[in-house]
T-cell receptor, first 116, second 114 residues
């Protein structure tokens, strides 16, 4: 998986708590994507970020979810006041640039969020 | 509204035979199609892609065919090996104003029996 790191790998939260998911892209990659996979479903696009900018957040729920990719440090996906329906696997992918070749989104191992 | 569909949740084949995984799509704006392989508790790994202007791309044992008029693509694996057992996701790229997001199907679980 080309070096994308995600932590934690597993996260358990009670309803109403906050969840913070971290993604460190491949070194030198400046584009980060977050996807969510619900049970028995495919991955669904949530948000696309470049350093310090949100480029496309059309897949993000309007409330409780936010994402950032600061100049220094990992990208963070933050879910406030989690509900049971937020239980899913959250995958981060990174790419070095937006090009005509599309084999450059490298995925991390995912964070499995369980909301009790 | 599911724009990328993989209608077979599972497929079982014998080692050495051909595996054919199918995928249908509805959005004519997709410009690239990709196949990802996923093992349990791991992230998807890129396998092979094809541009919407091509009809075939081959890489070793893996070949992807695109029928644009039918909005259908397929992944052929030949010969199949037990290590190919995994979930295979079909994905399509849509470029909207500089945002290259991927739209995934639900996946097909391939089992290759020794």
């Amino acid at each position: 998986n080309a070096g994308v790191m995600q932590n934690p790998r597993h996260l358990v939260r009670r309803r109403g708590q906050e969840a913070r998911l971290r993604c460190s892209p491949v070194k030198g990659h400046s584009h980060v994507y977050w996807y969510r996979q619900l049970p028995e479903e495919g991955l669904k696009f949530m948000v696309y970020l470049q350093k310090e900018n949100i480029i496309d957040e059309s897949g993000m729920p309007k409330e409780r979810f936010s994402a950032e990719f600061p100049k220094e440090g990992p990208s963070i996906l933050r879910i406030q006041q989690v509900v049971r329906g937020d239980s899913a696997a959250y995958f981060c992918a990174s790419s070095p640039w937006v090009t005509a070749s599309t084999d450059t989104q490298y995925f991390g191992p995912g964070t499995r969020l369980t909301v009790l | 509204d599911q724009q990328v569909k993989q209608n077979s949740p599972s497929l079982s084949v014998q080692e050495g035979r051909i595996s054919i995984l199918n995928c249908d799509y509805t959005n004519s704006m997709f410009d690239y199609f990709l196949w990802y392989k996923k093992y349990p508790a791991e992230g998807p790994t890129f396998l092979i892609s094809i541009s919407s202007i091509k009809d075939k791309n081959e890489d070793g044992r893996f070949t992807v065919f695109l029928n644009k008029s039918a909005k259908h693509l397929s992944l052929h694996i030949v010969p199949s090996q037990p290590g190919d057992s995994a979930v295979y996701f079909c994905a399509a790229r849509v470029d909207q104003g500089g945002s290259e997001k991927l739209v995934f199907g639900k996946g097909t679980k391939l089992t290759v029996n020794p």
